[in-house]
């Protein structure tokens, strides 16, 4: 089977399972889903080993692109996609009779499909059209308990998410109408570079589109959606908004700054990316700081790491982009951990939903065991490969030159570093309330996939010391050409 092929797969089974789940009967819905996630996620791990085993030689064509990349993002999300299927049942046990499995699972396969489908898309105008649809997609699940403040943070994601996206597309037609060609056919990644309607004019679209898309990162100022959005979700869609979509859009703009280094300037088109990192790192410092909700925390610890990835990109040195593969895939998977733990922990402390808790080591040991896992890997603690990953962009930047830049992220990173590790004291370690002793559903489970992740985590971090002078790290400094 041809990667085009395989990529075209990869993105119809699961908008097929949610075409299915639309008319399956009702008591099969759960079951259908469950069944379906294994080959959904499992054709995702497939084409991303493909892409990754095969770096050095990218497919792309007019729609459709396959390459070291996009390799990471899609095997992300399969593999937080297949578990947020797994993990669903008990989040939905918690809810409403009045919603039915068949609107969730029907929106959340809709939802894990165009995700899929951004990494592997080869044109600008067809991945922004995709981004829109995620969009669409998340809005609903944000807003599916039907609580009033999730009603609001899904129309505040729509919002603000739909206006940046609006400044997104007018830098794309700026830039087309600069291409050869023109037409939404003349936007793929290649012809990007042959923007002739000279260079002030493609770095005013280049800004407007990195500008637009910062929005749907979640990078700071425009993040504004973010800690609301995810306190709000459903957990399992709190941990595939987080771990996939905001990498998935992120990688976009890390295509478009390759893309157009040759128009704008190598040191103007990553001058961006480090100055959107910077401020995503410095806004996210103080929040760390401060006692928060659980899903709140989570939130805001993802604006932090966009922030890490895009200086990574920024620096582009092979070292820092060794990083910034293991730091996709470590925050990924410790943070979709985190989520998928606030559902046996809200049972167990209704006031975690709003308000930050103290000592769940102390009263659910496992349940603890699990938060701290999850924040300890987060934070960076060795031997978290998001330590490697922190130590290896650092060391880029310096090697990049970029001497200031690089000592200034170091602070940051060292100030979350301080702020999480307290959080994660004060969570698991703190002085504990009163509490129901009761048994709390599906902590079995989060216990099995705490397992699970630890050992992938730490598996990770020793793949992450031969990384910098792989084929996978060169393929990553060649970009998608």
Same mark, same amino acid.
């Given at each position: 089977m041809t990667r085009e092929i395989f990529a075209i797969a990869v993105i119809a089974v699961p908008a097929g399972v949610s075409a299915l789940l639309a008319l399956v009967p009702s008591r099969l819905v759960t079951r259908v889903a469950l069944v379906c996630a294994l080959p959904t996620g499992g054709l995702a791990l497939t084409l991303a080993t493909r892409a990754i085993t095969d770096a050095g030689h990218p497919f792309t064509s007019k729609w459709i692109a396959v390459d070291a990349a996009g390799g990471l993002i899609v095997g &992300?999300?399969?593999? &937080? @996609? %297949?578990?947020?299927? %797994?993990? *669903?049942? $008990?989040? %939905?046990?918690?809810?409403?009779?009045?919603h039915r499995e068949r609107q969730y699972f029907a929106v959340l396969y809709a939802f894990w499909a165009v995700v899929l489908a951004v990494p592997l898309v080869g044109n600008l105008g067809g991945a922004w059209l995709l981004i829109e649809a995620t969009t669409a997609a998340s809005a609903l699940l944000v807003g599916f308990s039907g609580r009033p403040r999730a009603l609001e943070a899904g129309w505040k994601y729509l919002i603000l998410t739909s206006v940046g996206l609006g400044v997104a597309l007018l830098g794309i037609v700026l830039l087309a109408a600069g291409i050869p060609g023109g037409g939404l056919g003349a936007l793929t990644w290649h012809a990007l570079g042959t923007y002739d309607g000279g260079r002030h004019t493609a770095i005013v679209g280049y800004l407007l589109l990195l500008a637009g898309l910062a929005a749907k990162i979640g990078w700071a100022p425009v993040h504004n959606w973010l800690p609301d959005a995810h306190s709000e979700a459903p957990?399992?869609?709190?941990?595939? %908004? *987080?771990?996939a979509l905001l990498p998935a859009v992120l990688l976009v703009a890390w295509r478009c700054e390759h893309s157009l280094a040759p128009v704008v300037g190598i040191q103007t088109a990553q001058g961006v990316l480090i100055g959107f990192g910077l401020v995503s790192l410095a806004v996210a410092v103080p929040f760390l700081w401060r006692p928060q909700a659980w899903k709140r925390l989570l939130a805001y610890s993802s604006l932090e790491h966009m922030g890490v990835i895009a200086l990574g990109i920024g620096f582009g040195t092979p070292l820092a982009l060794a990083g910034v593969a293991v730091h996709i895939v470590g925050h990924a998977i410790a943070k979709a951990l985190g989520f998928y733990a606030a559902t046996p922990l809200l049972r167990h402390e209704p006031r975690a939903a709003g308000h930050a808790v103290t000592g769940i080591g102390h009263t659910r040991p496992e349940l603890g065991a699990t938060l701290g896992i999850s924040l300890g890997f987060l934070a960076g603690l060795p031997p978290s490969p998001l330590f490697l990953s922190e130590l290896l962009i650092v060391a880029g930047g310096f090697q990049s030159g970029r001497l200031w830049t690089a000592a200034t992220s170091t602070i940051l990173l060292a100030l979350g570093f301080l702020g999480v590790m307290h959080a994660l004291l004060e =969570? =698991?370690? @703190?002085?504990? +309330? +009163? +509490?129901? *002793? @009761?048994?709390?559903?599906?902590? +079995?489970?989060?216990?099995?996939? =705490?397992?699970? *992740?630890?050992?992938?985590?730490? $598996?990770? =971090?020793? &793949? @992450?010391?031969?990384?910098?002078?792989?084929?996978?790290?060169?393929?990553?400094?060649?970009?998608?050409?």
């Open positions: &992300v999300t399969g593999l &937080v @996609g %297949l578990a947020s299927v %797994l993990v *669903s049942p $008990a989040y %939905l046990a918690t809810v409403s009779r009045e957990a399992p869609v709190s941990a595939l %908004l *987080s771990a =969570t =698991t370690a @703190g002085k504990a +309330r +009163r +509490r129901d *002793s @009761g048994p709390v559903p599906g902590l +079995r489970g989060l216990s099995a996939l =705490t397992a699970v *992740s630890t050992v992938l985590l730490l $598996a990770l =971090t020793g &793949v @992450g010391m031969w990384l910098p002078h792989s084929e996978l790290v060169k393929a990553l400094v060649a970009g998608i050409s």
